[in-house]
């Protein structure tokens, strides 16, 4: 089939679905079939309803296709969306579990395991709030969705920076599937495939499969070590999906998800930063972690959810039901190192480098189960008003425990004492929205949300025969609003303002580190954004443009702060942050052959707050000689030294972030040949709070290639594939509490994949 024509029966398709929108859909796809080279229409449901990007007034970037399959080839986590869209970076201290996320240098660095995140993750509908839940591998995809900027009146949960969207390719009542199988280096093997079948008239059911293998490819040459080798892995997950339409006018579709991943946690690689510097240590070794600690990492969630719609005339209703629910544990050896050589802890040999004292924990959720449940009514009758209003309901309940092992003692043994942590919250919403089209060329949207949270929280701390119990209670109450509007210039030319609030619940947090200590809260942070963009067809619609300035100010934005001596973190709140910034994203078919995409963002982020200050590393002031190299103002108070943070950017915040593809095509035979790179650039940040040498990241520059063939009109191809081709290694993180430990990013890899489409 043509593949124009293709792309013009999906869109009618869902132009069909949507009658909201179908003439101006319809308009569009029969352009694409009488002009060869234009851009395919992007369909997206950041508002709740499927619209063509382009009259969407807010900054969103998409990414599918075969973008989707060349940045995760090789077997990529969730991390592969990092810098590959404006203003969004992703990261981890966890491994393939527990990605971090950050819009517009929005995001939070807590490592704990009931860390509340800005950005919030949907996925399939279903607000993924635990971090677990939000690293679910991306197999079978449709589409991702950025929504850049407070999402606080559809969306509302814990996304004043944005959201994350994510949505699986559904049932359809035709019979195909695919089969992708790769093979690659350090013992890769990644499978994955769907099955699309119908299984009579009205109902229709898909299955999706993804099993993902790496080797061990790092070596501990320590005796008697509980864990001799690292960084491989299996990660396997499923879905399967039930379509039920016995009509027109009604739907229901049962999305069943599993994830079962083994596998190693970060390791934390002890004094392989420089004094003075951010560079690695000369002859660092990637393939070389000795330590005397154990190292193994295991997750298990699985989850449901039920989505229903009814339409009648001039309403449609929709109850979006959702269950998840997760079993964690990891474990490894904090200082990096091995024996400790500082001091009054003796334990030789030791090293590399200095090691203050063994810090050998492991971190654990038993018990974790999430409810979701919202209905939404919207109209879709003709005129130029239309709504949406609904209901939000959210339970969770978790349970996390911290343990900590001796490293010294023979088999590494668990040490008695331990803290735990148990939190139920609830979350209560209403929301509305109205679309009004004042004429032809001017649409005005308003939204408003009032939330209610709830949270009670417990923190144990156990050291037999005594024990310590704090608890905390919270209730907070929020109205977050926006209010935008679009203009049309011309029929290939938008220009949007946009202004929106956004809120993060109180968060909690009780890893006690002894029976003195306590929990910590940060009350409730508030956003408000304006911004203002132009989203424009160019050259006959063979290229497109979207560009977006913005402003913000957080109030009591939630941070998180580092002990300075022990493996714990203190929630803080800052009076204010602010940031600006420009964003650009560009496609262009620039010939029948090359195809371009290029995104770039300035993000300009700062916190106000001239009270604030928080400890610097640990061994700052225990070990000066290993000690970091602090560049902002300190001063003693207690007899500690701290570090003042106002006017500091947010931690892991780069101002400049460049991304780049570029695809080259030609007939050979029956099918295509093609060349694909990818590149991501960013400039440097701080990993924490304060400034110090050591403690910021170094400029990357990351790129990736694929090479393949098509044939048979797409049903097969061939490709070899390339990921961080130039091997550039490099910190991207670092431990602060012990000694100059540092976390670093994947060397090279490579490998060749055959997928077959029926």
């Known amino acids: 089939m043509d593949k124009r024509l293709k792309h013009s029966l999906i869109a009618l398709a869902v132009a069909s679905a949507f009658p909201l929108h179908y003439a101006s859909a319809q308009e569009t796809t029969v352009e694409e079939v009488k002009k060869p080279g234009q851009l395919e229409t992007v369909i997206v449901t950041a508002q709740r309803r499927a619209e063509n990007i382009k009259d969407v007034p807010m900054a969103i970037a998409t990414l599918k296709g075969e973008k989707l399959d060349v940045l995760t080839s090789g077997g990529q986590d969730i991390r592969f969306l990092n810098g590959r869209s404006p203003s969004v970076s992703v990261e981890s201290d966890y491994g393939r579990t527990f990605p971090r996320f950050y819009i517009r240098g929005l995001g939070n660095t807590d490592f704990d395991l009931n860390a509340s995140q800005p950005v919030g993750l949907v996925m399939d509908d279903i607000v993924q709030e635990n971090p677990m839940l939000k690293g679910f591998p991306v197999f079978d995809v449709d589409q991702v969705e950025v929504l850049r900027g407070p999402q606080g009146t559809l969306f509302g949960r814990n996304s004043p920076a944005g959201v994350i969207k994510f949505d699986s390719a559904k049932p359809v009542f035709r019979q195909e599937g695919y089969v992708n199988v790769g093979i690659g280096k350090d013992r890769v093997r990644n499978y994955e495939g769907a099955f699309n079948m119908p299984i009579n008239d009205v109902l229709a059911t898909?299955?999706?499969?993804?099993?993902?293998?790496?080797?061990?490819?790092?070596?501990?040459?320590?005796?008697?070590?509980?864990?001799?080798?690292?960084?491989?892995?299996?990660?396997?997950?499923?879905?399967?999906?039930?379509?039920?339409?016995?009509?027109?006018?009604?739907?229901?579709?049962?999305?069943?998800?599993?994830?079962?991943?083994?596998?190693?946690?970060?390791?934390?690689?002890?004094?392989?930063?420089?004094?003075?510097?951010?560079?690695?240590?000369?002859?660092?070794?990637?393939?070389?972690?000795?330590?005397?600690?154990?190292?193994?990492?295991?997750?298990?969630?699985?989850g449901a959810n039920l989505r229903l719609r009814w339409d009648t005339p001039g309403l449609t209703f929709h109850s979006i039901t959702g269950y998840e629910k997760l079993d964690f544990y990891s474990r490894g050896d904090v200082d990096g190192g091995y024996g400790c050589n500082v001091g009054s802890c003796q334990v030789l040999p030791a090293g590399p480098g200095a090691i203050p004292f063994p810090v050998e924990t492991a971190d654990l959720i038993p018990d974790h189960k999430q409810w979701s449940q919202e209905f939404r009514v919207e109209s879709n009758y003709k005129g130029p008003l239309q709504w949406i209003a609904g209901v939000f309901y959210f339970d969770e309940h978790i349970q996390i425990d911290s343990i900590s092992f001796n490293s010294f003692a023979p088999g590494n043994p668990q040490n008695a004492a331990y803290a735990t942590?148990?939190?139920?919250?609830?979350?209560?919403?209403?929301?509305?929205?109205?679309?009004?089209?004042?004429?032809?060329?001017?649409?005005?949207?308003?939204?408003?949300?009032?939330?209610?949270?709830?949270?009670?929280?417990?923190?144990?701390?156990?050291?037999?025969?005594?024990?310590?119990?704090?608890?905390?209670?919270?209730?907070?109450?929020?109205?977050?609003?926006?209010?935008?509007?679009?203009?049309?210039?011309?029929?290939?030319?938008?220009?949007?303002?946009?202004?929106?609030?956004?809120?993060?619940?109180?968060?909690?947090?009780?890893?006690?580190?002894?029976?003195?200590?306590?929990?910590?809260?940060?009350?409730?942070?508030?956003?408000?954004?304006?911004?203002?963009?132009?989203?424009?067809?160019?050259?006959?619609?063979?290229?497109?443009?979207?560009?977006?300035?913005?402003?913000?100010?957080?109030?009591?934005?939630?941070?998180?702060?580092?002990?300075?001596?022990?493996?714990?973190?203190?929630?803080?709140?800052?009076?204010?942050?602010?940031?600006?910034?420009?964003?650009?994203?560009?496609?262009?078919?620039?010939?029948?052959?090359?195809?371009?995409?290029?995104?770039?963002?300035?993000?300009?982020?700062?916190?106000?707050?001239?009270?604030?200050?928080?400890?610097?590393?640990?061994?700052?002031?225990?070990?000066?000689?290993?000690?970091?190299?602090?560049?902002?103002?300190?001063?003693?108070?207690?007899?500690?030294?701290?570090?003042?943070?106002?006017?500091?950017?947010?931690?892991?915040?780069?101002?400049?972030?460049?991304?780049?593809?570029?695809?080259?095509?030609?007939?050979?035979?029956?099918?295509?040949?093609?060349?694909?790179?990818?590149?991501?650039?960013?400039?440097?940040?701080?990993?924490?709070?304060?400034?110090?040498?050591?403690?910021?990241?170094?400029?990357?520059?990351?790129?990736?290639?694929?090479?393949?063939?098509?044939?048979n009109d797409g049903k097969y191809e061939l490709a070899a594939y390339g990921r961080n081709i130039t091997n550039r290694i490099q910190a991207l993180g670092a431990i602060d509490f012990d000694n100059l430990t540092g976390i670093v990013n994947e060397p090279r890899t490579y490998g060749v994949q055959f997928k077959a489409n029926f």
């Open 206 to 302: 898909r299955i999706s499969l993804q099993s993902q293998h790496r080797g061990d490819r790092v070596h501990n040459d320590r005796p008697n070590a509980p864990t001799k080798d690292f960084e491989g892995y299996k990660d396997n997950a499923g879905r399967i999906q039930f379509l039920l339409k016995p009509n027109k006018d009604f739907s229901a579709l049962l999305n069943l998800h599993a994830r079962d991943m083994d596998g190693n946690a970060t390791l934390f690689r002890a004094n392989i930063l420089k004094k003075g510097t951010n560079e690695l240590v000369d002859n660092f070794d990637y393939k070389s972690y000795p330590t005397d600690g154990g190292n193994e990492q295991h997750l298990k969630n699985k």
């Open 421 to 711: 942590q148990q939190q139920d919250a609830k979350s209560y919403a209403a929301f509305g929205t109205v679309n009004y089209t004042v004429n032809e060329a001017f649409k005005l949207r308003a939204g408003l949300r009032y939330t209610k949270d709830k949270k009670d929280f417990v923190a144990t701390r156990v050291e037999p025969p005594l024990s310590a119990v704090n608890t905390l209670n919270d209730t907070s109450n929020n109205v977050s609003w926006d209010l935008s509007g679009t203009y049309t210039v011309n029929k290939d030319t938008n220009v949007f303002g946009r202004v929106a609030t956004g809120y993060r619940a109180p968060s909690m947090q009780g890893r006690l580190f002894d029976l003195n200590s306590k929990p910590s809260q940060a009350d409730a942070e508030k956003a408000l954004s304006v911004e203002f963009g132009v989203k424009q067809d160019l050259f006959d619609r063979r290229a497109r443009m979207s560009a977006t300035v913005f402003n913000y100010r957080v109030k009591d934005k939630q941070l998180t702060a580092g002990s300075g001596s022990v493996n714990m973190n203190q929630l803080v709140n800052a009076d204010k942050v602010t940031g600006r910034g420009v964003e650009l994203d560009l496609q262009a078919n620039l010939s029948d052959a090359w195809a371009v995409t290029f995104g770039t963002s300035y993000n300009d982020t700062k916190i106000k707050d001239p009270n604030l200050f928080v400890q610097p590393c640990g061994n700052f002031a225990n070990n000066p000689s290993s000690g970091c190299t602090i560049t902002d103002p300190t001063v003693s108070i207690s007899g500690g030294t701290v570090a003042l943070i106002d006017g500091n950017p947010l931690p892991r915040a780069p101002k400049w972030q460049h991304n780049f593809t570029l695809r080259y095509s030609q007939s050979l035979g029956d099918g295509e040949i093609y060349a694909y790179t990818d590149w991501a650039y960013r400039t440097s940040y701080n990993f924490f709070l304060y400034e110090a040498k050591e403690y910021t990241a170094k400029k990357l520059l990351e790129g990736g290639l694929r090479v393949g063939y098509r044939w």
